[in-house]
């Protein structure tokens, strides 16, 4: 089992992208193999279907990354009541051939209390991609970004925010298990464990 993690903000220190690798840790806390595509550290080109780009490093590995994950993560920040434009631009070179039949995650940071929008928009995304949702979402905003503020070492698992990330992670693995071919098998840890 692969997943990726393709985590969308264009700035340094971004929440967003701070709790993207935090999914990623614990999700291989699980026994599942997990990486991350930060789109700040390495953009792609801007979209557009009359260049192929074909020959960009970072686009050839995104792409790389996705087509060889069995479930993937989608985190970006809450600009403007949608997702980051960098993100947009990462799923219009990825495309349907890339989310067909897989099971996805949505996570954002908002300003705000709750990124409704963007993760309503997020799985708009997905739906059109032939992705399939995981009806759990993740959404840290206001003062629970101040969890996200440092590196995973110092986040307090008894927070309640983190419980509902812990949760929606069970949930996502529930899927991947189910959807990638091992109905039966037991998930690694139990559900609170997940961490």
């Known amino acids: 089992m692969k997943v990726v993690a393709i985590a969308g903000s264009n700035r340094s220190g971004s929440t967003s992208t701070r709790l ?5 840790a614990a999700i291989r806390q699980q026994g599942v193999k997990a990486d991350l595509y930060d789109l700040h550290q390495n953009p792609v080109p801007f979209y557009s279907p009359d260049v192929s780009h074909e020959d960009h490093d970072g686009l050839l590995r995104l792409k790389r990354m996705t087509a060889a994950a069995d479930g993937i ?3 970006s920040p809450e ?3 949608s997702i980051s434009g960098v993100l947009k631009n990462a799923l219009d070179h990825l495309g349907q051939a890339y989310f067909t039949g897989k099971p996805v995650l949505s996570a954002t940071s908002s300003g ?3 990124g409704i929008s963007s993760l309503l928009q997020m799985q708009a995304i997905v739906r ?3 992705g399939v949702n995981c ?3 993740i959404s840290i905003g206001g003062e629970q970004r101040a969890l996200f503020a440092a590196e995973s070492s110092a986040y307090l698992p008894e927070h309640p925010a983190l419980d509902r990330v812990h949760s929606a992670l069970y949930c996502f693995l529930d899927m991947l298990f189910r959807m990638r071919g091992r109905a ?3 998930i690694p840890g139990e559900r609170s464990s997940v961490r």
Do not use: C, T
């Open 20 to 24: 993207a690798k935090y999914i990623v």
């Open 73 to 75: 993560v989608l985190a």
């Open 79 to 81: 600009y403007h009541g």
């Open 112 to 114: 705000g209390p709750v």
């Open 128 to 130: 059109n991609l032939h």
């Open 135 to 137: 009806p759990e979402w």
């Open 184 to 186: 039966n098998a037991e």
